[in-house]
Each structure stands twice: as structure tokens, then as C-alpha cells.
């Protein structure tokens, strides 16, 4: 009777083993099913996004220059062994719809500096994402300031970053509560641009589109936000550090017509 009632349990014990496999199977094609809908329906936002953003790129006045900026950072447990760098990408803007990121104009990279001695110093305190974006839109500004002062004829500046904190100083002159010496020049920066006759406005781009398969080839804020991310990866490395920009002929953008450094 013993025997017969261990064994009864024994295929109770099996029964219910495996009815909690199932279970557990169901459980996790649920998950993965909800798992595969969260992604689908981020990428449908995403996809939204560069419509818009491109959209927006598309309406910008004909003349207009395009810079993609972006920062990058690399932490570490000892401070001294931190990293950031900067990077933008220039280029003439495509007239009407396009996938085309448009012809380069200039691009520059270098490293985040704290030290006010270093010449790519431009007031950052500290070494962080921000303040990676916060120089990216300097130096960038820097640069059009020389364009100017060389003749260029630039009237329309369109910034695409991908970094809120950066624009929040970049292109207000609201006082945040870090990097502010840095964020101060940036508005400075930017004023001084203004002052020259150069019209900008600040575009929002969804950064690492390029994550998803296809985007980048559909998308010229995709194509863009991919080479300023790459140039700020340029700018983390030591050996660039003396090599901050690439120059190349500087065009006079109105005129179409073209004058050499």
C-alpha cells in the first residue's frame, strides 16, 4: 500500500514539474512577445523622428550649413585616466527631400581639456558627457568665427546636435547649474556668430540611429549624427591631440564661389 502511494506521488510530483514547465515556456514566449513589441514600437518613434528631423532639414533656407555635433566620454576609476573628445562634421545642405547628409565642408575633433593652458580649452571644469556636447558646440562656433573673419559669406547655420544639456545652453541664455563657465562661453559664442550676420537655428537629432538596421541609409540625420559621433570618438584619442581640425578650402557659401586658407 506504501509502495503504491510513493508512486502515486511520485506522478503527482511529475505531473505538476512538468505542468509548471509549461508554464514557465508560456510565461517566457510572453515576455519575449512583449520584449519584441516594445521594440517595434520604439523603432516606429525612431523612424518618426528622422522623418521629422529630416523634414526640418529639408525646409532650412538654400545656402544653408548643416553641422552635426556631438561629444563623447569615457569614464574611469582613476580620474586621471578619463577621456573625452569633441567632434562636428560641415556640410552644404541638399535642397528639398533628400538621404544625402550633403557635401562635407569641414569637420573637426579633438580632446575635452580642463586645463585652461591647453590650447581646445574652452572654460570645462570637468570631464563628462556634457561637457564633451558643450565643446563640441564651442569649438564648432570657434571655427565659424574664423570662416567669418576670412570672408566667408555664411548667413544660415543650422546646428544638429543630439545632446539636450547642450543645446539648453547652446541655445538659450538660460543659466544651468553645471559647466557654467563653459556654458557661458558657449552663449557668447553663439552671440558673437549672431553679430555677424549668421542666422542659427538649433536642430534636435535622435543620436544612434544608425542601432537600427537601414536607418542610417534612409535617414541624413542618421548619416550626420554618425559622423560627428565618430569624429568626437577621433577626438578621445591621444594622438590626436595636436591635431585638432583638418582644414580644407573654405567656401563662400552665398557666392558658391571658393577662396583657399
Not at 87 to 116: I, K, L
Amino acid at each position: 500500500m506504501e509502495e503504491a502511494t510513493d508512486a502515486a506521488a511520485a506522478a503527482a510530483a511529475v505531473e505538476k514539474s512538468e505542468s509548471e514547465a509549461e508554464v514557465t515556456e508560456e510565461e517566457q514566449i510572453a515576455k519575449q512577445a512583449e520584449r519584441d513589441q516594445t521594440a517595434a514600437t520604439e523603432k516606429e518613434r525612431i523612424w518618426a523622428l528622422g522623418v521629422e528631423t529630416d523634414a526640418a532639414l529639408a525646409a532650412l533656407p538654400e545656402g544653408t550649413i548643416v553641422v552635426y555635433t556631438d561629444g563623447g566620454y569615457k569614464s574611469a576609476e582613476d580620474p586621471a585616466n578619463e577621456k573625452a573628445g569633441f567632434g562636428w562634421s560641415a556640410h552644404r545642405n541638399p535642397t528639398g527631400p533628400s538621404t544625402s547628409v550633403g557635401e562635407m565642408v569641414e569637420y573637426g575633433f579633438g580632446p575635452v581639456t580642463v586645463n585652461p593652458a591647453d590650447r581646445q580649452y574652452v572654460g570645462v571644469d570637468s570631464l563628462s558627457a556634457n561637457s564633451a556636447e558643450v565643446s563640441a558646440m564651442s569649438q564648432l562656433l570657434l571655427r565659424v568665427l574664423q570662416w567669418k573673419e576670412r570672408g566667408d559669406t555664411l548667413t544660415n547655420l543650422a546646428i544638429c546636435y543630439d545632446s539636450n544639456y547642450a543645446a539648453s545652453w547652446g541655445s538659450t541664455d538660460d543659466m544651468l547649474d553645471t559647466h557654467v563657465e563653459a556654458g557661458i562661453l558657449l552663449q557668447g559664442l553663439r552671440r558673437a556668430v549672431e553679430q555677424e550676420g549668421v542666422n542659427i537655428r538649433f536642430i534636435k537629432v535622435k543620436g544612434h540611429m544608425d542601432d537600427h538596421k537601414g536607418f542610417i541609409d534612409k535617414f541624413r540625420c542618421a548619416k550626420g549624427n554618425k559622423l560627428a559621433d565618430d569624429y568626437a570618438s577621433k577626438g578621445m584619442k591621444e594622438e590626436t591631440t595636436q591635431m585638432p581640425y583638418k582644414m580644407q578650402e573654405l567656401p563662400l557659401h552665398i557666392s558658391g564661389e571658393t577662396t583657399t586658407r
